[in-house]
């Protein structure tokens, strides 16, 4: 079966204080007009970080 195009794009998130694109997740177009910023448990450091969205993966 095919797949639906619907209303969600992939997006990369990218940590503020390293630069590093550890995580991915989904948006939706319509109901979300402004980037996305989460706060993500970064590996590297070893805490926890604010990850700002930076570009769509599809």
Do not use: D, F, W
Not at 15 to 36: A, D, M
């Amino acid at each position: 079966m095919a797949k639906k195009k619907g209303n969600r794009n992939i997006m990369g998130l990218v940590c503020t204080e390293t630069g590093e694109r550890t995580y991915i997740t989904q948006k939706n177009k319509i109901n979300s007009n402004e980037k996305i910023q989460l706060k993500k448990y970064n590996p590297k450091l070893r805490k926890h970080t604010v990850y700002k969205e930076v570009q769509r993966l599809h």
